[in-house]
Nanobody
């Protein structure tokens, strides 16, 4: 199983990015795909997750209103649309997947991790 994250880059504050996570080997159609981020010197932080073909989503309160997670079908990548970027959004963004039940915000719930994509927001 591989999770390939892409779409990161350097953007100015106020800009937008769309991150993508493509799954290979398993579709996670019956599981969960999520996004986490980790800024330098900080712990990994839950951002958003989508379950069951995108019918159920959860977004962290800290980014709600600016971040949107979506997935059209089991074969499609999971996207993280990030709007109104702030310098504090600077981090490596990781996608993760799991078939196990558990707390979506908890990194320990996830068994599969992508390599991460760096988002840098300049002020």
């Amino acid at each position: 199983v591989q999770l390939q994250a892409s779409g990161g880059g350097l953007v100015q504050a106020g800009g937008s990015l769309r991150l993508a996570c493509a799954a290979s080997g398993r579709t996670f159609s019956g599981g969960v795909l999520g996004w986490f981020r980790q800024a330098p010197g900080k712990e990994r932080e839950f951002v958003a997750a989508v379950r069951h073909y995108g019918r159920s989503t959860r977004v962290a309160d800290s980014v709600k209103g600016r971040f949107t997670i979506s997935r059209d079908n089991a074969e499609a990548p999971v996207y993280l649309q990030i709007n109104s970027l702030k310098p504090e959004d600077t981090a490596v963004y990781y996608c993760a997947g799991t078939y196990r039940p558990g707390e979506l915000w908890n990194p320990s719930t996830y068994d599969y991790w992508g390599q991460g994509t760096l988002v840098t927001v300049s002020s």
